[in-house]
């Protein structure tokens, strides 16, 4: 399999590249459980496998990569792992932000930061601030983020808006909703993966992913590679997208 993505006339779809690819990276636990090893091992070739998708994703033009790496539930997994998870987060985030500006690529963290430590958030920010200005690519890491959340945050703020006399309620549209989101600077996810044979969304993107399309993939989270990307770009070039509108 090559990295090239196929021209559309040859696998009959009728949409060009993806702007947004957005990763459900599952599978590190059962990665690890296969060669007896401890869930931390699994989660530390996922990071591994998040390189694969970053370079994956520039190879193949996207704008925005978006990583689902700690969902709000997350937060109910066994303590030591949740240590684990973020003592990952945190060497990524001291390790690969040199590297991620090189690449020229642009960090951004969507999820309830508050429910993080000082130290990580300190380390976001850093990052944030280091990275803004790269133009090739955006990586949003979604860190403590849960869908529903987001869009109760984006309610109470649009609900203050209309309480202090900012805006009226038939101001409320989808515009102005979309832009009360943590991805308000983004475009909607075009494509959706989710690795390791689950068929969930798991409170994930859920406002954004209305017409996104899916692509379930069986294996699993640490065995993804650049190859893998390359594959997922020519079965979503194959796709035909409505939008709920064209027969
Ligand atoms: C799901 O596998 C994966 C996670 C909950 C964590 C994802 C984290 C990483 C890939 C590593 C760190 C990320 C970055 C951005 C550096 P699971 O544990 O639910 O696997 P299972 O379903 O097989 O048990």
């Known amino acids: 399999m090559t990295a090239g993505i196929q021209p559309l006339s040859e696998n009959g779809g009728d949409v060009s590249a993806p702007r947004h690819v957005a990763i459900i990276m599952d599978g590190n636990g059962r990665w690890a459980a296969k060669r007896r090893l401890p869930r931390s091992a699994g ?3 996922g990071a591994e496998a998040v390189r694969e998708a970053i370079s994956g994703a520039l190879k193949a033009g996207v704008e925005y990569l978006t990583l689902y790496a700690f969902s709000s539930e997350n937060w109910n997994r066994p303590q030591e792992e949740v240590t684990d998870l973020m003592g990952l987060l945190k060497l990524y985030l001291s390790r ?20 993080l430590s000082e130290d990580i958030n300190e380390m976001i920010e850093r990052a944030e601030t280091q990275t803004r200005d790269n133009k090739r690519m955006t990586l949003v890491i979604a860190l403590s983020y849960g869908g529903r959340d987001e869009i109760l945050d984006a ?3 649009i609900a203050a808006d209309v309480a202090d006399g900012r805006m009226s309620i038939d101001d409320i549209d989808e515009a102005r909703f979309q832009n009360s989101l943590a991805t308000h600077d983004l475009p909607d996810p075009d494509l959706i993966i989710r690795t390791s044979g689950e ?9 954004q992913a209305a017409y996104s399309e899916f692509l379930f993939l069986d294996l699993l989270w640490p065995d993804f590679t650049e190859e ?3 594959s997922a770009m020519e079965e979503y070039q194959g796709r035909h997208r409505r939008f709920g509108g064209r027969p």
Do not use: D, P, Y
């Open 43 to 45: 989660h530390r070739r």
């Open 96 to 115: 690969e932000v040199k590297s991620l500006s090189k690449q020229g690529i642009r960090l951004k963290v969507i999820g309830r930061r508050k429910r």
């Open 155 to 157: 309610v109470r703020s």
């Open 199 to 207: 068929q969930r969304l798991s409170n994930f993107l859920l406002w």
């Open 228 to 230: 893998t990307f390359a």
